[in-house]
């Protein structure tokens, strides 16, 4: 009997009842359909997850791969033109299961969004394939007498550590580990420098923190209209110009809720101290004028990289923001916001368990790129049950404890003036950066000023250095 192959050929054939090898005729067909709607993200994909035109279970898929693969090595434009076209070429269109079979793999995958999980199936299919084929040359071998017992076992073990050795591994040495990280030792005792990381550019914060230290998860929680997003676009300016002598860093910017024109707006009007009302009804004098051109030509100089796709899939922001690391070399990434983000494989287990894995995923991200990613989260209601000073606290986080969980800081931001009453109400400019969660360092508040008018946090007066 054969298996029908949807290239339009035979992929193996297998006696009645047979069990099939581990294969998903869908999963490769939408991969390799995801390639051809984005080719340079998905291939990048591909080859973080190991993908190999063997990976591929069907045969005519495994031509296509190989001859994507082909065509990016030459810096070919990965279309269905141009791949019929290398195909015919190379005499493999047939193999392929010719032209219809390729626009039938196109229709497969209306979108990326999910694409990573498609290509995971893939590999884990072609590991499972793997094993058995191992587990299947150890059997054979145990009906031979030629190895004995100890030999057949010595295959076995042969075997099955090949495998493991070959799938992408991130153990590191002990030794070179301890080695490394004396020298950086060294390296701060003879600079003696007061920060390891990223400078946020705001002197208390950068006290408390050290700076932003690589592959750290940083949230920031407030309640609306506390200002979370002006606080994160100023860290991501004072990042992106070299605030405090620091280096220009690439930052990124995911703006899942602002456009990227409003955002663009903001930032101008905020490093310029502009008024955005005024602006926006043109009541803008000469000196207004000239700080808006000056500000507009700064920021236009700053390696800012901003993505305003609304209702991004988290497994896809990944995939943008590998992109971003490889073509810009970011060094730093905002999300704006957390609650916006998807993960529709989890949907079905409710907001908090697909909040779990939004948070799990930012997570793994931040280690994988080794930057530190700044993820804006809301508040449930609850500060404003508990009376007239609104404190929030981390069980405040809305929807789910695992943000708690996975995030290396936790910044808590408030304004006491926006409630009338409670300590420091009258105090207009007053924000609290309450740190309140610091995986490998103190925790406390620290106060800022904060501009309304121009939306900038900037440091207090009273502990500001004259240098600074």
Not at 149 to 155: I, K
Not at 237 to 263: D, H, I, K
Not at 275 to 282: E, I, P, Q, V, W
Not at 378 to 407: H, V
Request: hydrophobic letters at 40%.
């Amino acid at each position: 009997m054969s298996i029908p192959d949807p290239t339009g050929r035979e992929a193996s054939a297998a006696r009645p009842g047979a069990l099939l090898p581990p294969y998903s005729e869908e999963a490769e067909a939408i991969a390799l359909g995801a390639v051809l709607l984005d080719p340079e993200t998905m291939l990048d994909l591909c080859r973080v997850h190991q993908l190999v035109p063997e990976s591929f279970y069907l045969s005519g898929h495994r031509t296509i791969y190989e001859a994507m693969l082909e065509m990016a090595a030459a810096h070919r434009p990965l279309e269905i033109p141009a791949l019929v076209e290398h195909l015919t070429q190379t005499g493999r269109l047939e193999a392929a299961g010719g032209e219809d079979a390729l626009l039938a793999i196109v229709s497969r995958a209306t979108s990326v969004a999910y694409a990573e999980y498609y290509i995971k199936r893939v590999f884990e299919n072609h590991l499972l394939r793997r094993v058995l084929d191992a587990a299947r040359e150890v059997t054979e071998s145990c009906y031979r007498a030629d190895l004995g017992a100890e030999g057949v076992l010595e295959r076995a073990e042969s075997a099955f550590f090949a495998l493991s050795e070959n799938r992408a591994g991130t153990e590191k040495p002990w030794r070179d580990l301890v080695k490394q990280e004396m020298v950086e030792a060294e390296r701060l005792l003879s600079e003696k420098k007061s920060l390891t990381g990223i400078s946020t550019g705001f002197v208390d914060i950068d006290a408390k923190l050290l700076g932003m230290q690589k592959s750290d998860l940083l949230i920031l929680a407030a309640r609306p209209s506390m200002g979370k997003t002006s606080l994160a676009l100023n860290i991501a300016e004072n990042v992106a110009t070299g605030a405090r002598r620091q280096p220009v860093r690439p930052v990124a910017v995911f703006s899942l809720e602002m456009s990227a024109e409003a955002l663009v707006r903001r930032m101008i009007c905020c490093r310029a101290h502009v008024s955005a009302k005024d602006l926006s009804t043109g009541r803008l004098g000469a000196g207004d004028h000239a700080q808006l051109v000056q500000a507009a030509d700064e920021l236009s100089r700053a390696p800012i990289y901003v993505d305003d796709t609304a209702g991004l899939e988290v497994e896809e922001l990944r995939s943008r923001a590998r992109r971003l690391k490889r073509k810009y070399g970011i060094e730093f990434i905002v999300v704006d916001y957390l609650q916006l983000l998807n993960c529709s494989a989890r949907a079905r287990d409710g907001r908090q368990q697909e909040t779990a894995a939004i948070s799990q995923n930012l997570k793994a991200m931040a280690k994988e790129l080794q930057v530190p990613v700044l993820v804006l989260s809301q508040f449930s209601r609850a500060p404003e049950s508990r009376g007239k000073d609104a404190i929030p606290k981390l069980s405040d986080l809305r929807d789910s404890g695992a943000i708690e969980q996975d995030a290396d800081i936790v910044f808590l931001l408030r304004r006491p003036s926006y409630y009338k009453e409670g300590k420091d109400s009258d105090d207009l400019t007053l924000a609290i950066v309450d740190v309140a969660k610091h995986r490998n360092g103190p925790t406390g508040e620290v106060r800022l000023n904060f501009f309304a008018d121009y939306t900038r946090f900037d440091n207090r007066i009273e502990t500001a250095s004259p240098d600074e």
